[in-house]
């Protein structure tokens, strides 16, 4: 073992008369594993929500959406989708139409989104088929729909009821429900209203018209890059958007809000480096004569200013250690028993969601924890190999 790391050792264990010193070295450990654990616990929560959000409103719409800035006739979307399944990198396609509605029942009238859909090609597109709970997706035919879960609760309306929706003109239609779907995100499920394209059609008399065209990728993360081999296949007569600019500004202000915690509960981290400081001066003071001595025995300043360093980084890694073990069984539990609960129409989930990312984020954590931990034994480093031999002995 190096002389450097054995003193260093020896310094920060045996600790018979120092008992003080002892103290202040565990408060200093347990100071840097809350912050590191807090800091893990808080960021494994917001990248869980970032996730979960963003598989909810992916599962609920298409990787890409296609509109027209005209509705578009059954026989252009029949050779549009030859042209864009051609492009490497889609998955598969399928049409639908876009609008709003009105729904009345027991006297209540609620505005809803309402989207036709070919349940046929709908599956293949987005995750409607797993997020239906009762019922089935094959039991979309004309005039019947499909409605979330919590507009079922809201309205009255179980599976096999009878909905009365009005048209953008006024006109009644009726609609029997043949499934309820539960996507978790309580927006969707509460103002969402699935038909087939068909009755879409007849209800805000389109014809053989339709609004758009649903995208799903291989790569979800393409988006991007596939937009303008779109563009180059169909065209620069239609709108084509991606998942990631339909929300940009949502996961913008998730990401800027993590960081933002990551800053903020970095202090906790910085007020325990204090107490490593506050240690390693008093370690310094009363370890005067050891210096001296260590310095009379030929250890040069640097030499002097390492141990002391070396025993700041680790209280810091003793203290990143716990807090990460900590912090990692506190996400374990937490994703497992899911023992917090949220309101949905606040939070748009039911369950608080846990996702460790070990990159970017426990790396950085604990790279953050030693830095500032190195930080912090600047000073008491420098002031140990500042003193002189003589003066560190003359009172010995």
């Known amino acids: 073992m190096p002389l450097i790391l054995w003193i260093s050792l020896r310094y920060l264990l045996t600790r018979r008369k120092e008992r003080f010193l002892l103290l202040i070295s565990i408060i200093s450990v347990l100071g840097v594993a809350i912050g590191v654990m807090a800091l893990l616990v808080v960021l494994a929560v917001m990248t869980g929500f970032d996730r979960d959000l963003r598989d909810k409103i992916v599962g609920n719409y298409a990787h890409i959406n296609i509109v027209g800035f005209h509705p578009i006739r059954m026989e252009t979307y029949n050779k549009l989708e030859e042209k864009i399944t051609s492009v490497k990198g889609v998955a598969a396609v399928s049409p639908f139409i876009q609008a709003q509605v009105l729904l009345k029942s027991?006297?209540?009238?609620?505005?809803?989104?309402?989207?036709?859909?070919?349940?046929?090609?709908?599956?293949?597109?987005?995750?409607?088929?797993?997020?239906?709970?009762?019922?089935?997706?094959?039991?979309?035919?004309?005039?019947?729909?499909?409605?979330?879960?919590?507009?079922a609760n809201y309205m009255g309306l179980p599976v096999g009821s009878e909905m009365q929706i009005y048209s953008p003109t006024g006109k009644e239609y009726k609609l029997k429900v043949v499934a309820i779907f539960g996507s978790g995100m309580y927006d969707y499920d509460l103002n969402l209203l699935v038909v087939h394209y068909s009755t879409a059609q007849e209800i805000l008399e389109m014809g053989q018209h339709i609004t758009g065209i649903a995208v799903r990728l291989d790569d979800m993360f393409a988006a991007e890059r596939i937009k303008p081999k779109l563009y180059q296949k169909i065209g620069f007569d239609y709108n084509i958007k991606s998942w990631i600019e339909a929300n940009a500004s949502f996961f913008a202000a998730l990401k800027l809000e993590k960081m933002a915690m990551f800053v903020i509960l970095a202090l906790i981290v910085l007020v325990a480096s204090f107490n490593i400081a506050s240690t390693l001066v008093v370690m310094v003071v009363e370890k005067t004569k050891d210096i001296g001595i260590?310095?009379?025995?030929?250890?040069?300043?640097?030499?002097?200013?390492?141990?002391?360093?070396?025993?700041?980084?680790?209280?810091?890694?003793?203290?990143?250690?716990?807090?990460?073990?900590?912090?990692?069984?506190?996400?374990?539990?937490?994703?497992?028993?899911?023992?917090?609960?949220?309101?949905?129409?606040?939070?748009?989930?039911?369950?608080?969601?846990?996702?460790?990312?070990?990159?970017?984020?426990?790396?950085?954590?604990?790279?953050?924890?030693?830095?500032?931990?190195?930080?912090?034994?600047?000073?008491?480093?420098?002031?140990?190999?500042?003193?002189?031999?003589?003066?560190?002995?003359?009172?010995?």
């Not at 709908?122 to 729909?145: C, F, H, M, S």
């Not at 748009?348 to 990159?359: C, E, G, I, K, T």
């Not at 600047?378 to 500042?386: L, Q, R, S």
């Open 294 to 396: 260590l310095k009379a025995m030929g250890l040069s300043q640097k030499e002097i200013a390492k141990i002391f360093t070396l025993e700041g980084l680790l209280i810091g890694a003793s203290g990143a250690c716990l807090g990460l073990i900590g912090g990692l069984g506190l996400c374990g539990l937490l994703k497992k028993y899911q023992f917090v609960k949220l309101p949905q129409d606040i939070y748009y989930l039911d369950r608080m969601p846990v996702a460790v990312q070990f990159w970017p984020d426990v790396v950085l954590i604990v790279l953050a924890a030693l830095v500032i931990t190195l930080l912090a034994t600047v000073y008491p480093a420098f002031k140990a190999a500042g003193l002189a031999p003589v003066e560190a002995l003359r009172y010995e």
């Open 106 to 151: 027991d006297q209540r009238y609620m505005a809803l989104q309402f989207r036709g859909i070919d349940p046929e090609k709908e599956k293949n597109v987005t995750k409607l088929k797993q997020y239906i709970k009762q019922g089935a997706l094959e039991r979309l035919l004309p005039k019947t729909a499909i409605i979330g879960k919590e507009l």
